[in-house]
Antibody
Framework: EVQLVESGGGLVQPGGSLRLSCAAS????????MDWVRQAPGKGLEWVGR??????????EYAASVKGRITISRDDSKNSLYLQMNSLATEDTAVYFC???????????WGQGTLVTVSS | DIQMTQSPSSLSASVGDRVTISCRAS??????LAWVQQRPGKAPKSLIN???TLQSGVPSKFSGSGSGTDFTLTISSLQPEDFATYYC?????????FGGGTKVEIK
């Protein structure tokens, strides 16, 4: 059974940093691109970024709204995906979902999400 | 960026109704279009990719169509578990973008 379990969310002050993790199981993690998608309270879905697999040099893509402030990485030996977020602002408050990418293109399975609240 | 526009933003329907949701892309995306369902308080679930291909385990009451800039999601016979918000999403180009969502509510 495919599982994606996010962790690391919580309350952080504006300007602070946070590192989210996503633990994957039930599939060959190293074979898949992985994404982060977020959802602000009461709002729609917003793609955050992507990390490709080893064969693609773990290259990344980011949304303009977060570029320069976030880093997406992965550790295939631990079946884990990470989202390092810096210089957090109130508008970064959201539930952050880890998503398995299928066919190097489209979203497949979604994790349950972890809530990040940026507030003083 | 490719803008995705859904209509309507919300609709009310009864159990057993046939429901259609539209999605329009601001430029030609071929068939690089996905549909995602999100039930209240739950994580999103991928339903359809490549405009019309059902993902594994998705019931056949869901169907997708379209190509280029105009797409449709149809639910053939609405059931209680289908009351949710539906999002279209393009994966033709970065940044990946979603439509604003269509909330399907019980009449």
């Amino acid at each position: 059974e495919v599982q994606l379990v996010e962790s690391g969310g919580g309350l952080v002050q504006p300007g602070g940093s946070l590192r989210l993790s996503c633990a994957a199981s039930g599939f060959t993690f190293s074979d898949h691109y992985m994404d982060w998608v977020r959802q602000a309270p009461g709002k729609g879905l917003e793609w955050v970024g992507r990390v490709r697999k080893k064969g693609n040099n773990y290259s990344t893509e980011y949304a303009a709204s977060v570029k320069g402030r976030i880093t997406i990485s992965r550790d295939d030996s631990k079946n884990s995906l990470y989202l390092q977020m810096n210089s957090l602002a109130t508008e970064d408050t959201a539930v952050y979902f880890c998503v398995r990418v299928m066919g190097e293109a489209y979203f497949g399975y979604w994790g349950q999400g972890t809530l990040v609240t940026v507030s003083s | 960026d490719i803008q995705m526009t859904q209509s309507p933003s919300s609709l009310s329907a009864s159990v057993g109704d046939r429901v259609t949701i539209s999605c329009r892309a601001s430029q030609d995306i071929g068939k690089y279009l996905a549909w995602v369902q999100q039930r209240p308080g739950k994580a999103p679930k991928s339903l359809i990719n490549a405009a019309s291909t059902l993902q594994s385990g998705v019931p056949s009451k869901f169907s997708g169509s379209g190509s280029g800039t105009d797409f449709t999601l149809t639910i053939s016979s609405l059931q209680p578990e289908d009351f949710a918000t539906y999002y279209c999403q393009q994966y033709k180009a970065y940044p990946l973008t979603f439509g604003g969502g269509t909330k399907v509510e019980i009449k």
